[in-house]
């Protein structure tokens, strides 16, 4: 199989390979010095039910493991925010947003199971 210039650009990679690029961007993130903070919008996308429950456990293990380390991640994945949970869900906030309310959108903050405006 010939590889042409054109296989080589990371843009032209198979949205198959968005799990560990995830993967990859979070350890070179938690490798920085310093204070950093990780964003990625639906991290899961593209990835099995139990993959996307690991990457939600590993991205809230790595910003649980260094406290100079946030994580931010946007996702419509329940198997996500599962992993998410179990990973620490005394340290994570889960914040869910509701754009169906006329006026504008209504936020709760989900924590330790409960929910509150």
Not at 26 to 47: F, N
Not at 79 to 96: I, K, P, R, W
């Amino acid at each position: 199989m010939e590889v042409g210039i054109e296989g080589s650009n990371i843009e032209v990679l198979s949205s198959v390979f968005a799990p560990s690029l995830v993967i990859l961007y979070a350890v070179l993130t938690y490798a920085m010095q310093g204070t950093k903070t990780l964003l990625i919008e639906d991290p899961e996308v593209q990835a099995h039910p139990s993959t996307s429950m690991f990457l939600g456990y590993l991205l809230t293990k790595l910003a649980m493991s260094d406290n100079t380390m946030r994580v931010i991640t946007t996702t419509h994945n329940y198997e996500f925010l599962q992993g998410t949970l179990m990973a620490g869900e005394e340290a994570v906030d889960v914040y869910v947003f509701d754009r169906r309310n006329e006026g504008g959108s209504s936020r709760w903050l989900l924590t330790s199971g409960t929910m509150r405006q």
